[in-house]
């Protein structure tokens, strides 16, 4: 089993920055793959980036792909997300998410609650 726990999302300006942080439980972090997810009001969840578990291999959607950089630090057991050059389109509650291989939802089996990302224009 795997908890996960988000932080860091908040209300930017477009243009900034956030940094998110999830938090694992459980000794077996190191072995999983970390996604980060994203869901926009009135749309359905969608992959962000993901990282391998030795943290040698990221993966991102082509929406964030230089602008997010996924990263993790498994002797912490957490999994960051910084975001750059934010957009209002960026808006949207991140997810966190442990899973063994791919980008797609179904291939992760551990969810966080979520953390709301508000970029005003």
């Known amino acids: 089993q795997v908890q996960l726990v988000e932080s860091g999302g908040g209300l930017v300006q477009a243009g900034g920055s956030l940094r998110l942080s999830c938090a694992a439980s459980?000794?077996?972090?190191?072995?999983?793959?970390m996604g980060w997810f994203r869901q926009a009001p009135g749309k359905e969840r969608e992959f962000v980036a993901a990282?391998?578990?030795?943290?040698?291999?990221?993966y991102y959607a082509d929406s964030v792909k230089g602008r997010f950089t996924i990263s993790r630090d498994n002797a912490k057991n957490t999994v960051y997300l910084q975001m750059n050059s934010l957009k209002p389109e960026d808006t949207a509650v991140y997810y966190c998410?442990?899973?063994?291989?791919?980008?797609?939802?179904?291939?992760?089996?551990?969810w966080g609650q979520g953390t709301q990302v508000t970029v005003s224009s």
């Open positions: 998410a442990a899973g063994i291989v791919g980008t797609t939802e179904s291939n992760y089996h551990y």
């Open positions: 459980g000794r077996t972090f190191s072995r999983y793959r």
């Open positions: 990282i391998s578990w030795s943290g040698g291999t990221t």
